[in-house]
């Protein structure tokens, strides 16, 4: 058997971006920060992302059928940061300026973002694996925020 400590620092060799999904409530906004986001399928387009379970943004997003994948730009590393703690969800909203786009939190200042209808939810071990089809999408250009070994990275400049 793994180790949750040595499977933590094995995985975290492969470097991914990071991005904060959000979901409207009926009681407001939530939102939390996640490195487990993918492309899934171009026909139709499809995103999955990993929900932990104990969150409080899973829950919304079934109760909502509907969350945003915002991918961060390089100098977002404190919008990240908000995200991943345990505050209350209103604090998270109140220090981050955002819009809502198609029914979906949308935080300004992202490198993209895409906004999904949940098609499956799927238990993953502690987390869920969310699969949703892209109803709305946008980028602009700029340099991502990266996660690599268990810290903030970026890309090298050239």
């Known amino acids: 058997m793994t180790e949750p400590d040595r499977f933590r620092e094995v995985a975290g060799h492969f470097a991914t971006g990071v991005a904060v999904v959000t979901c409207l409530a009926s009681d407001g906004p939530r939102g939390l920060t996640t490195n487990a986001v993918a492309s899934l399928s171009l026909e139709p387009p ?32 404190d919008l990240s940061a908000v995200f991943a703690s345990k505050i209350p969800p209103e604090q ?3 220090s981050a300026a ?13 490198l993209a973002w895409i906004v999904c209808d949940v098609l499956e939810l799927h238990r993953g071990g502690d987390h869920t694996i969310g699969i949703g089809e892209v109803v709305a999408l946008h980028h602009v250009e700029g340099r991502p925020l990266l996660w690599f070994r268990g810290a903030y990275t970026g890309l090298p400049d050239g």
């Not at 499809?46 to 929900?51: G, S, V, Y």
């Not at 409080?56 to 945003?68: D, H, M």
């Open 98 to 110: 955002f819009r809502i786009e198609h029914g979906a939190p949308v935080l300004e200042g992202v």
């Open 46 to 77: 499809l995103m999955l992302a990993c929900f932990d379970n104990a969150s409080r943004t899973l829950p919304a997003v079934r109760e909502t059928g509907r969350f945003a994948i915002n991918i961060l730009a390089a100098s977002q590393r």
């Open 92 to 94: 998270k909203f109140a």
